[in-house]
């Protein structure tokens, strides 16, 4: 346990000091998430978080190669450079994605390359189980078509869940981490040592989720881009297939009563991806049923649903690390304990109930009777208030009903003091027309013969032609 311990360590550590560099390289070369509409974040965001992930999946598996007990798995096989050959393609894909941006049709190729370097490797999935502990045989062709379509559809589910910050990289480090104890179970208790490479490919991937999380959680610094996520759901497939590819199907009991099997293929093809499977899955019916392409984008994801019901970003993230977690959890749980199929029903009716109202707050009870109660106190508030504002609207009629009247009085006060003045102003124009001429009457006659102007030195008087002249006044000069 401690050389698991100190593989994820070392992997989550590699990867938590990565991703800054990771970073200043993405906006150096101009590889940045722009906002769209159906996006939640507003400003531009660096990509490429895989290659800080690759980092961290390589010196994982260095430190693996020198411990004692995990040396082994790299003894004659090909778990090391499948995984580095398989998620070098994978990266290198993601990083001409991420900066120019690929068609649909060349990442799936890619996704199937990779696939098929997985089967060289010997990952392969060998074998299924079917009712009553039969187990069916596949060819050699039929495991390599397979493999290649887990592979395919777990890149694309992860992918497809990849829409809030750290949304991925939680739901994808808590199904590693159900991995990792359930195969770690299985080399412990049932002494089945070649789930050793299982295990191992568990925890070191369960490391590169931790070191990148704290870089990608709300508000991300970084986004893991098709870099990551393709990355992130080749080794989330590696581990189920190259399980199935070492495991003798008669190690696994088929314990009577009616208890469950231990296959371990169950697992991811069930509940551990339950989320990005059935994410993916509403995705293509939505989609092709609206008669559009199954990777056109949309805003009607699991995480997208959450955000319209009312929950907050990192209140929608948490709900889905819930999620994963009771799923996870609660198969791992009843895989290595013998359960009988009637406890298996009733703990996945009570985990789905339990994740109803976690998501969905207006079907709890509680939260019911909550609403209710508030619903009452603002509808009494509200008539409390109306009351007031009722009062508050007669007290205002009847200030404005004693305004009018004062505001009345004033005025028939003004009124009548206008009147006292323009009775006095009459009175004062009687009295002045009374002493001034009437404007229709005639002008006194002025007094005739006006008085003479007195004498004045100057050779020429004034000629009075209207008047006789008199004797007693000097002589008219007379013209030179």
């Known amino acids: ?128 189980p079917l009712p009553g502990g039969v187990t069916l045989s596949l060819t050699a062709d039929e495991q390599t078509a397979l493999t290649v379509l887990v592979v395919v559809v777990t890149i694309n589910a992860v992918n497809f869940i990849d829409g809030l910050d750290g949304l991925a990289t939680g739901v994808v480090g808590i199904g590693a981490a159900a991995f990792f104890l359930y195969y770690y179970t299985l080399t412990r208790r049932l002494g089945l040592n070649e789930q050793t490479g299982p295990a191992l490919a568990s925890a070191v991937l369960t490391g590169v989720c931790i070191g990148f999380l704290p870089h990608n959680f709300h508000p991300a610094r970084i986004f893991m881009g098709d870099t990551g996520s393709m990355l992130l759901g080749l080794l989330l497939a590696y581990a189920p297939i190259s399980s199935l590819a070492s495991l003798d199907p008669s190690s696994l009991t088929n314990y009577a009563g009616g208890t ?43 995480h997208h649903r959450l955000l319209d019901i009312g929950h907050s970003h990192r209140a929608s993230v948490l709900i889905m690390y819930l999620w994963a977690a009771l799923f996870s959890g609660t198969v791992v749980l009843l895989s290595i304990v013998r359960t009988r199929l009637l406890v298996l029903a009733a703990v996945t009716v009570i985990a789905v109930l339990v994740l109803v109202l976690a998501s969905m707050p207006n079907l709890r009870p509680w939260a019911r009777r909550a609403n209710s109660r508030a619903a009452r106190s603002r509808a009494m508030t509200q008539v409390a208030h109306g009351q007031v504002a009722h009062g508050q609207v007669a007290h205002g009629q009847v200030a404005h009903g004693q305004a009018q009247v004062v505001n009345g009085q004033a005025d028939h006060g003004r009124a009548a003091q206008t009147t006292q003045e323009q009775v006095a102003r009459g009175q004062v124009v009687q009295e002045r027309g009374a002493q001034a001429p009437s404007a229709s009457a005639p002008f006194p006659p002025a007094p005739f013969p006006p008085e003479p102007f007195p004498p004045v030195e100057s050779e020429w008087q004034p000629h009075w032609p209207h008047r006789a002249p008199d004797p007693a006044d000097p002589p008219a000069a007379q013209p030179r």
């Open 260 to 302: 469950v099997n231990r296959f371990p293929e169950v697992l991811p093809l069930l509940l551990i991806l339950l989320i990005p499977y059935a994410d993916l899955l509403l995705a293509v019916v939505r989609r092709m049923r609206a008669g559009q392409s199954p990777f056109a984008a949309d805003m009607k994801h699991l």
């Open 1 to 128: 346990m401690r050389e698991y311990g100190l593989t994820l360590l070392v992997a989550a550590a590699v990867t938590y000091l990565l991703t800054p560099l990771v970073r200043r390289f993405a906006i150096a070369v101009g590889a940045s998430h722009a906002a769209r509409d159906r996006d939640v974040h507003v400003e531009p965001v660096p990509l490429l978080g895989g290659l800080a992930m690759y980092g961290g999946l390589a010196a994982g598996l260095l430190v693996a190669y020198q411990l004692t007990h995990l040396s082994s798995v790299f003894t004659g096989t090909r778990v090391a450079s499948g995984l580095l050959l398989a998620g070098g393609l994978i990266v290198i894909i993601g990083f001409v994605d991420d900066r120019w941006g690929m068609s649909a049709v060349s990442k799936l190729a890619a996704q199937a390359a990779a696939g098929v370097i997985l089967v060289w490797s010997g990952a392969v999935v060998a074998w299924l």
